[in-house]
């Protein structure tokens, strides 16, 4: 897996073998407009789809992971969506598309973080499983600041409060506090602290451990944490009754010859 | 279930509380159906008496539990159980968690060696958890290409956050006690295990300050909470 970028304005997306990694954000500015949007969560879609598919990696292709998203040409499938209003904002459908394809994708997700993360960056980081971030990168949301002023509801205000709490999800979107990486992984948000010089390492690492875990069993384990933010206790051991006994893992035979034979186990990831 | 339960799962009538223990120190406590069973059948009895003393969870010897025997299995379901048994999915285990979980007094789980799958899963159900400074706890069940459907998923993104769970999940990473902690698990790191019941005592000394039947609503109430607005939770206040 190789983690350099390229310039176009195309979900870049490089794969080795299960591996695979999209780029994001324009290579000058950082923003993600909604016909890249669009791109990237057709491409979530059939990967998600792929049992081969085994580790998604997101990461920037400019100084920052994402700094935010512009306005710009829908893609053709959501036209009949854009219901824009006189004196209102355009519904942000496209960016809540592919935040929802994002969080509910049954594979490992990997945000990588650098640069200054900001505004709809933080929602597509917030919408991976895990975030990996260069210690120098900072995180914030400036979004309700006067004259720039954006509606916020493009996922942030239903994820960040039960990534990190309520109360440091006000101090980020209300308050507009901007979190060094440091403090990001002191509360949670960020799962692994790197270098820059040491990023591209780290990242591929934690890639390479996840493609090589059983992806079923993580997908459907992700399945009933995703489902059950929104179910209570009750239904949610239902849910995953219901999980269990409609769902195969392959890979459940390999874990059981490799702990009879005592050796590491070789999961295909169905 | 009685050879069980003063077997495999040891049960003690104290002073004001009772203590569950785990005791198959040589198989590190991993727990079985009809430890399961057992835990489910005492917790239940005890749920439904007038004052329901506080329960202490705690494993014998090293550790609390290393998680799920994974050698037994579904045929060894206990005979009541039977109906409900599809395959092999974890009925009783969610039983036994849910009962926990649900019992209307205070809950402690004294954590020590390795808290993980089955283990993790009842930690995870007590209202508060102490744990020694080198404790290791986790899921681990992705390891084991497992489908994790004992409640924990549920569970995990409340009592810490949405990224704690992902970090001690999916993952299938073991934390440290102080990696716990500081995720918002534990409520107490001791040096060792000795240190543990000096830490039940100061915890059984607050539990013994609180009203039963305030403490019973409040619990319930918070664990409810998550599931719902404030105003529909406020209106649903039973008197």
Known sequence: ????????????????????????????????????????????????????VRVIVLRGRSSTFCAGMVDGPWPERYAGRDLAIEGHPRPPVPQQELVKTLFTIEKPTVAVLHGDVRGYGLDLASACDLRVADRSATIGDGRLRTGGGDWCDTGITYLLP???????????????????????????????????S????????????????????????????VGQLALSYDMALMHSLAVRQTNVIEDRHEADEAFRAGRVEQYTGR | MSVMIEEDVVIEHLDGWVSIRLNRPAKLNAITVAMHDAIYEVVTELAETSAPPVLVMSGSGNTFSAGDDLTT???????????????????????????????????????????????????????????????????????????????????????????????VGPTGDIVS??????????HRIVAD??????????????????????YARAKRRISESFDRSLSTHLNAIEW
């Open chain 2, 73 to 167: 299995t579904s045929n060894q379901v206990p005979e009541q159980w039977a109906h409900r048994q599809v395959g092999s999915a974890p009925i009783l285990l969610q039983a036994g968690t849910r009962a926990i979980r649900e019992y209307p007094g205070p809950t402690l789980a004294l954590m020590k060696g390795y808290t993980i799958g089955a283990g993790w899963d009842y930690a995870t159900s007590c209202d508060v958890r102490v744990a020694t400074a080198t404790c290791k706890i986790g899921d681990v069940r992705v390891r084991r290409a497992l489908w994790a459907a004992e409640g924990w998923t549920h569970k995990a993104p409340r009592l810490m956050s949405l990224s704690a769970a992902y970090r």
């Open chain 1, 198 to 225: 040491d990023l591209s390492a780290a990242v591929e690492a934690l890639s390479s451990r996840l493609a090589s875990m059983a992806t079923r069993s993580y997908g459907l384990i992700k399945q009933q944490i």
């Open chain 1, 1 to 52: 897996m190789s983690l350099s970028g390229r310039n176009e304005q195309t979900p870049d997306e490089e794969t080795s073998g299960s591996e695979i990694v999209i780029e994001v954000g324009d290579p000058e500015t950082g923003l993600v407009s909604p016909k890249e949007m669009g791109e990237i969560e057709h491409r979530l879609r059939s990967l998600g789809a792929d049992p081969g």
């Open chain 1, 162 to 196: 039960r990534l990190v709490g309520l109360s440091r999800a006000q101090q980020i979107v209300l308050l507009g506090d901007t979190l060094d990486a440091s403090v990001a992984h002191d509360i949670g948000l960020v799962y692994a602290l790197a270098d820059a």
């Open chain 2, 177 to 186: 006690a102080a990696e716990a902690a500081r995720l918002g698990l534990l």
């Open chain 2, 193 to 214: 295990a000795a240190a543990l019941e000096t830490a039940r005592d100061e915890v059984l000394g607050r539990f013994a300050l609180r009203d039963p039947r305030a």
